[in-house]
Nanobody, 116 residues
Framework: QVQLSESGGGTVQAGGSLRLSCAAS????????MGWFRRSPGKEREFVAV????????YYADFVKGRFTISRDKGASTVYLEMNSLKPEDTAVYYC?????????WGQGTQVTVSS
């Protein structure tokens, strides 16, 4: 059974930093893209960042460019999201995602709260 497990969420003041981690179990995603989405209160889930498996290329939503960095352990099914200069509007539940063709796998989410 495939599982994605996130960790690293918490409460931080505006301008602070957090690092989220996501580890996959049940199968390897080392050759496939892994990424992060988030759902803010009252909003739909939205894309944050993704990193390729083999090429390691990273893509970001405009609202996190320059503040967030996605990375992964080479050859492993672990992905990270380094979040700096956090803003209150970054408050959300952050979900790890892994995609194989049309199959999407999701973690349970980790809460990030940024206080002003």
């Amino acid at each position: 059974q495939v599982q994605l497990s996130e960790s690293g969420g918490g409460t931080v003041q505006a301008g602070g930093s957090l690092r989220l981690s996501c580890a996959a179990s049940g199968r390897s995603f080392s050759h496939f893209a892994m990424g992060w989405f988030r759902r803010s209160p009252g909003k739909e889930r939205e894309f944050v960042a993704v990193v390729g498996g083999d090429n390691g290329k990273a893509y970001y939503a405009d609202f996190v460019k320059g503040r967030f960095t996605i990375s992964r352990d080479k050859g492993a099914s672990t992905v990270y999201l380094e979040m700096n200069s956090l803003k209150p509007e970054d408050t959300a539940v952050y979900y790890c995602n892994a995609q194989i063709a049309s199959n999407a796998f999701w973690g349970q989410g980790t809460q990030v709260t940024v206080s002003s």
